[in-house]
């Protein structure tokens, strides 16, 4: 018999917690929520101040069995559930079961939370207990509550209007009409045909090109070559001019490094370099922060990765500083307190970063599976990178020039004089500068003309949808892999190399619902109005009764 127990969500989590409390605690899972609304009947009361009707589901009644149990042997029941909305009403749920089984009688019950899962703050957790969070748990019955509504009123409607529709979401839907707004912009775009000049030059053997951005005093959007006819008549009268090189410009440019990374960063960066899906990057984050085995058994090596938060607990600052000091010297360190972006931040209170700064990737490699290092070796050098010093880099660019000054041509060139943070995320290199001066004369050694088009703004990927979602205000962080995942699942988009399309069944879906709701469901300002009122009730700004 235990004098003390700890219920936590995932059962992986549970031993390596109950390896670093030792043999006074037992640590058991209660496997995600155990209480939710019904599916067979309507499980909130709109008359009645929309009061929720929560049921224990058939698959979770051996669970209760189990954690019934465990409570009776025990002297102290510890609630340590995920710090966030569901952690929090997953707890509050758990002390209702007991309670109304009376099973806490006598017994002390704790709110504990575990913002990495390390000895250090497993034990500063179990050392600072605290009250559940009422406008937490609101928050989360408010969100549930009005996506079931959502769900249950309007599915109905397109099962006899799209037979081939499986449910509407309050959040996928309009995620869906996102996707369908870019694919009607991209029906509608109409190419337009131009042309690029681009000469080749040279000086002492050396070469180099610059491309043509100016006539006659025209440039930029305003200079387009539209014909082949008209890039003809450039080219002839290009190839019978003598050029000069009419100016050398340098500009230096300091590059700051990015913060560290949030729930929704992570799953952006995870996208564009790594090619992870939202919902691969946090389930490897899941494993990462849960615990692995490295050797010594199960530790946690990062922190809780649901959180719109960039800020740094001032010990991870201090190591961060010692390691790059260290490592790369005085130089290289810069210290910066970053601030949350997300005015309603609600979730945990420090960005996703490593437990320990010196488990460097490489050190542990041997022990991952392919993925989990690139995610870990991805959040490590984020973290480090975001405490370096600034890039800074030498701009030149070149405008060389016909002799009558009629046509320009703009050469760039970028050399990296400091690298800074680009020690962890290096910048591609450019060509070299040629060995030139102001008022050369540079010989034409040949004219190269390409057809173009414009084209339409590029598909969403799951990156570029996840920044738009966030954007708009469109569901939070915590969630976006899931709404992913299911409109993927649900068949009403496709993810085609790395691009996102419309499946006819969701346009169907956006076009049916915009008729009924497209003052509310469908509305995106209604939808971020809603994140900030739920955001409001957590913040406790906002009660039931407004």
Not at 61 to 74: E, F, G, M, Y
Not at 285 to 309: P, V
Not at 413 to 431: A, S
Request: charged share 30%; glycine share 4%; aromatic share 8%.
């Amino acid at each position: 018999m235990s004098r003390n127990l700890v219920i936590v969500e995932s059962a992986t989590k549970a031993k390596t917690i109950e390896k670093i409390l030792g043999e006074d605690f037992k640590v058991v899972s209660c496997v995600g929520h155990i209480s939710d609304l019904p599916v067979s009947e309507i499980g909130v009361d709109v008359d009645n101040n929309f009061k929720p009707k929560y049921i224990i589901p058939d698959e979770k009644k051996q669970v209760i069995k189990d954690l019934k149990k465990h409570v009776k042997q025990s002297e102290k029941v510890w609630l340590a559930s995920d710090e966030d909305r569901e952690g929090e009403a997953i707890a509050w749920h758990v002390k209702k079961v007991l309670e109304d089984k009376k099973l806490l009688k006598g017994k002390k019950l704790e709110r504990v939370v575990f913002n990495e899962i390390t000895k250090k703050a497993v034990i500063q957790g179990i050392e600072n207990p605290r009250q559940i969070e009422p406008h937490l748990v609101d928050a989360y019955m408010a969100r549930r509550a009005l996506d079931y509504l959502v769900g249950f009123n309007i599915s109905p409607i397109l099962w006899t209007k799209l037979p081939g529709s499986k449910s509407a979401g309050r959040v996928q839907s309009v995620a869906v009409s996102i996707i369908k707004d870019k694919e009607d912009e991209i029906k509608a775009f109409v190419p337009e045909e131009y042309w690029n000049i681009t000469n080749d030059f040279s000086k002492n053997k050396e070469s180099y090109q610059g491309k043509l951005f100016e006539i006659d005093g025209i440039s930029g959007k305003n200079l387009t070559i539209s014909s082949e006819t008209e890039a003809n008549n450039i080219e002839s009268e290009i190839k019978k001019l003598e050029y000069k090189i009419n100016s050398i410009k340098s500009k230096a440019r300091k590059t700051k490094p990015r913060p560290p990374f949030t729930t929704s960063s992570l799953q952006q960066d995870a996208s564009s370099r790594l090619r992870l899906s939202p919902s691969r990057t946090m389930a490897l984050a899941q494993q990462l922060f849960q615990g692995l085995d490295l050797g010594n058994g199960e530790e946690g090596l990062i922190t809780y990765m649901r959180t719109d938060s960039n800020v740094l607990s001032e010990d991870s600052l201090s190591q961060v500083g010692s390691f790059i000091k260290t490592n790369y010297g005085d130089d290289y360190h810069n210290i910066r307190k970053y601030k949350t972006r997300s005015a309603n931040a609600q979730e945990a209170h420090e960005a996703i970063r490593p437990t320990s700064i010196n488990r460097t990737p490489e050190s542990i490699k041997n022990f991952l599976n392919e993925d989990q290092f690139k995610l870990y070796d991805l959040i490590w050098r984020r973290t480090v990178a975001s405490q370096m010093a600034e890039s800074e880099n030498k701009k030149t660019t070149v405008i060389t020039s016909s002799e009558n000054d009629k046509y320009k041509f703009l050469s760039e060139y970028d050399e990296l004089v400091f690298e800074g943070f680009r020690k962890l995320f290096p910048q591609k290199e450019t060509d070299k500068i040629p060995n030139i001066n102001e008022k050369d004369t540079v010989n034409l050694e040949s004219v190269i003309k390409e057809q173009k088009f414009t084209q339409h703004t590029p598909r969403y990927s799951e990156a570029s949808l996840i920044k738009t979602m966030e954007e708009l205000g469109v569901g939070r962080p915590s969630t976006y892999a899931s709404i992913l995942n299911t409109i993927k699942e649900k068949k009403y988009i496709w993810v085609i190399n790395r691009s996102i399309y419309i499946s006819p069944v969701g346009n169907a879906l956006v076009e049916e619902l915009k008729k009924y709701f497209s003052d509310s469901v469908m509305d995106y300002k209604f939808t971020e109005k809603m994140e900030n009122d739920l955001d409001q009730i957590s913040n406790g700004n906002l009660d039931r009764n407004d």
